[in-house]
């Protein structure tokens, strides 16, 4: 029973010692996110382009350059602005759930924000951020060259209530709390690891299809028997889920 | 150790719902300013949540507790951890006239670096041209307007070959704005490449540079050419210039030669340099364009040559004047002794590492 991470975590530590983890966005959904933002930048010109129609009725002079300037200050500080104010979020980060924080887990500062953005120059190159993407995908913290040069991330934001572990508990007779040095043996035996894995089990089993959920109950029941011998008293009649969810009631639910 | 989650969970619920709130406030209003007792309180709620996290790192937990105590527990960090040394309400005069300068003379050597590159382009370009080789002035000025002679050039615009620009001076002023600055912005940001973009961009800027000056010079047409240039030239390559210094900047920060520190370290205490550098070539930039668009295009009868070159050599004087002395007076009445709460308040900073 080994725990595997599915996606790139950047783990910080904080200067008390505790680390934590971050979740690093991928280069799949920070596309997505920066076509959001084109559309975006693309709606606000279109939008101001018509303001500038009024000011061209006054000097066509004038309001063709006010046009050009509106048109490269959108493009080029749309990100700064909304990334700056938002904290590291535009509206295409925003939909994609995206933000970019700072490498090391401190407050972004706008040097970054600027910074990250003057380089999407050299990421654009050749075309359509190719040399951003590669760097993307080779750097350890998915970063392109933008925040590797202003030491940002950027991360999925993903709003989550504080879990809840009503699965825990049950009213049913539970075979194995009974016997004291069982779980004491089982305690000792299962790994923090170990424990965990089966506690995941139990706790998203709702989430499971019910296939999968006999075939996972009855991986991990087979793995505990392998690990602590059971009286034959106290699985007597036990299904493999009920067996797993009696061990992590007593496990976690311990008084 | 095994502990009782459901009475972690619920015991953590109310504290952590706070901090989450307290934080929501935060991120959804950037001028929110908090009273000292909700600072304390975002502290202690902050370091009872790293805590909790620190004690589930050691115990099995779930994913999902772990994962939603981390991201409450690095919002909150990230709040608290701020390096900036002190906020202070932007001055944009006093930033031109004084940050600019001391952030540009704190990289010098970069400076020289990129001067040095468009010298050596600008030779290059020169001496190109003078091996007088068919196709070479189309390869090195693909310009249209520079493709002829320049005898005949000057002898169209002394007659107002320019005269059509004035319905669109404002158009033509922003359209030079915004490719200078796209062009300095590339150069700064090809410094990404360890300098060689930058480096690259400014010996090509010098190679058309020196090879327009020489095509001119040889005619016997430096007059013009030193009216037409000088007004927006003594501008626009200084800041072309400047842009190319912090290219090189960024470039050094990344190879770090002779240097201990870590890179992230490395490209944190250059970064906000560069976001003011590149702040000063868009303002000289902006004057740049103005000019070349409304008085460089005018020459001989209309603005007498003497009078564009005194111009130019007046906007050279207060630019060099402004960048080796800008800033030098504050920093000199700033040499006092500081205070203990001045001075910066950075805290320990947290290691990184990345997980594939």
């Known amino acids: 029973m080994n725990g595997a991470h599915?996606?790139?975590?950047?783990?910080?530590?904080?200067?008390?010692?505790?680390?934590?983890?971050?979740?690093?966005?991928g280069?799949?959904?920070?596309?997505?996110?920066?076509?959001?933002?084109?559309?975006?930048?693309?709606?606000?010109?279109?939008?101001?382009?018509?303001?500038?129609?009024?000011?061209?009725?006054?000097?066509?002079?004038?309001?063709?350059?006010?046009?050009?300037?509106?048109?490269?200050?959108?493009?080029?500080?749309?990100?700064?602005?909304?990334?700056?104010?938002?904290?590291?979020?535009?509206?295409?980060?925003?939909?994609?759930?995206?933000?970019?924080?700072?490498?090391?887990?401190?407050?972004?500062?706008?040097?970054?924000?600027?910074?990250?953005?003057?380089?999407?120059?050299?990421?654009?190159?050749?075309?359509?951020?190719?040399?951003?993407?590669?760097?993307?995908?080779?750097?350890?913290k998915s970063q392109r060259l933008g925040d590797l040069a202003a030491n940002t991330v950027v991360i999925y934001v993903e709003p989550r209530e504080f879990p809840e572990l009503d699965g825990l508990t049950d009213s049913h007779y539970n075979s194995?709390?009974?016997?004291?040095?069982?779980?004491?043996?089982?305690?000792?035996?299962?790994?923090?690891?170990?424990?965990?894995?089966?506690?995941?089990?139990v706790l998203r089993r709702e989430q499971l299809a019910p296939d999968e959920r006999v075939q996972l109950f009855r991986l991990l029941a087979t793995d505990l028997k392998l690990l602590v011998h059971f009286p034959e008293e106290s699985v007597l009649g036990l299904s493999d889920e009920r067996l797993v969810l009696n061990v992590v009631e007593c496990l976690f639910n311990e008084r | 150790m095994i502990v009782h989650l459901k009475n972690f969970v619920d015991r953590e619920r109310q504290a952590l719902g706070e901090l989450s709130a307290l934080l929501k406030r935060m991120e959804e209003d950037p001028a929110l300013v908090l009273t000292v007792a909700e600072v304390e309180r975002l502290d202690f709620l902050y370091h009872r949540a790293a805590s909790a996290l620190a004690k589930l790192s050691s115990l099995p937990a779930t994913e999902d507790v772990r994962e939603h105590l981390s991201a409450v527990?690095?919002?909150?960090?990230?709040?608290?951890?701020?390096?900036?040394?002190?906020?202070?309400?932007?001055?944009?005069?006093?930033?031109?006239?004084?940050?600019?300068?001391?952030?540009?003379?704190?990289?010098?050597?970069?400076?020289?670096?990129a001067i040095a590159v468009t010298f050596v382009g600008a030779a290059f370009g020169a001496y190109a041209?003078?091996?007088?080789?068919?196709?070479?002035?189309?390869?090195?000025?693909?310009?249209?307007?520079?493709?002829?002679?320049?005898?005949?050039?000057?002898?169209?615009?002394?007659?107002?070959?320019?005269?059509?620009?004035?319905?669109?001076?404002?158009?033509?002023?922003?359209?030079?704005?915004?490719?200078?600055?796209?062009?300095s912005a590339t150069a700064m940001a090809f410094g990404v490449f360890f300098g060689l973009g930058t480096i690259v961009m400014l010996f090509y800027n010098g190679v058309i540079l020196g090879a327009v000056v020489f095509d001119y010079v040889a005619a016997g047409q430096s007059v013009f050419l030193a009216g037409w240039l000088l007004p927006h030239g003594t501008i626009e390559i200084p800041a072309i210039l400047v842009a190319g210094q912090a290219g090189c900047v960024l470039g050094g920060a990344?190879?770090?030669?002779?240097?201990?520190?870590?890179?992230?370290?490395?490209?944190?205490?250059?970064?906000?340099?560069?976001?003011?550098?590149?702040?000063?070539?868009?303002?000289?930039?902006?004057?740049?364009?103005?000019?070349?668009?409304?008085?460089?295009?005018?020459?001989?009868?209309?603005?007498?040559?003497?009078?564009?070159?005194?111009?130019?050599?007046?906007?050279?004087?207060?630019?060099?004047?402004?960048?080796?002395?800008?800033?030098?007076?504050?920093?000199?009445?700033?040499?006092?002794?500081?205070?203990?709460?001045?001075?910066?308040?950075?805290?320990?900073?947290?290691?990184?590492?990345?997980?594939?």
């Open chain 1, 176 to 201: 194995i709390r009974g016997q004291p040095r069982l779980v004491a043996r089982l305690r000792q035996a299962l790994s923090p690891e170990q424990a965990r894995i089966v506690l995941d089990a």
């Open chain 2, 129 to 183: 041209l003078s091996m007088n080789q068919p196709d070479v002035k189309e390869v090195l000025l693909p310009f249209s307007h520079l493709q002829g002679g320049p005898t005949e050039r000057v002898r169209q615009e002394e007659q107002g070959a320019s005269k059509d620009l004035a319905t669109r001076h404002s158009q033509f002023a922003a359209h030079l704005m915004v490719n200078n600055i796209r062009v």
């Open chain 2, 73 to 113: 527990v690095a919002r909150a960090h990230s709040e608290l951890k701020d390096p900036r040394v002190a906020r202070h309400r932007f001055h944009p005069v006093a930033w031109f006239l004084a940050g600019f300068p001391s952030a540009l003379r704190r990289h010098l050597g970069a400076l020289g670096l």
């Open chain 1, 27 to 140: 280069p799949i959904s920070r596309a997505a996110a920066w076509f959001i933002d084109t559309l975006c930048v693309m709606a606000i010109v279109t939008l101001l382009g018509k303001a500038v129609t009024i000011l061209s009725l006054v000097s066509e002079d004038v309001g063709s350059a006010f046009g050009a300037l509106l048109y490269f200050a959108t493009a080029t500080g749309y990100s700064m602005l909304l990334e700056w104010n938002w904290r590291g979020q535009t509206i295409g980060k925003r939909l994609m759930r995206l933000r970019v924080v700072d490498a090391e887990g401190n407050r972004l500062v706008l040097s970054q924000v600027v910074v990250r953005n003057l380089l999407r120059a050299a990421d654009m190159l050749p075309a359509g951020y190719a040399v951003g993407g590669i760097a993307c995908l080779l750097s350890n």
């Open chain 2, 254 to 356: 990344l190879l770090g030669w002779g240097e201990s520190t870590p890179l992230s370290e490395r490209l944190r205490r250059v970064g906000p340099d560069l976001m003011t550098l590149m702040g000063g070539v868009v303002v000289m930039l902006v004057w740049a364009g103005l000019v070349e668009s409304f008085l460089s295009q005018y020459h001989e009868p209309v603005v007498p040559y003497a009078a564009k070159i005194a111009l130019g050599l007046a906007e050279l004087t207060g630019l060099v004047l402004l960048l080796s002395l800008g800033g030098r007076l504050r920093a000199a009445s700033n040499q006092k002794p500081k205070s203990k709460t001045s001075q910066r308040r950075y805290m320990k900073r947290p290691r990184s590492r990345g997980h594939g």
């Open chain 1, 6 to 25: 599915s996606r790139h975590m950047l783990a910080l530590e904080t200067a008390e010692g505790v680390e934590f983890r971050l979740p690093l966005a």
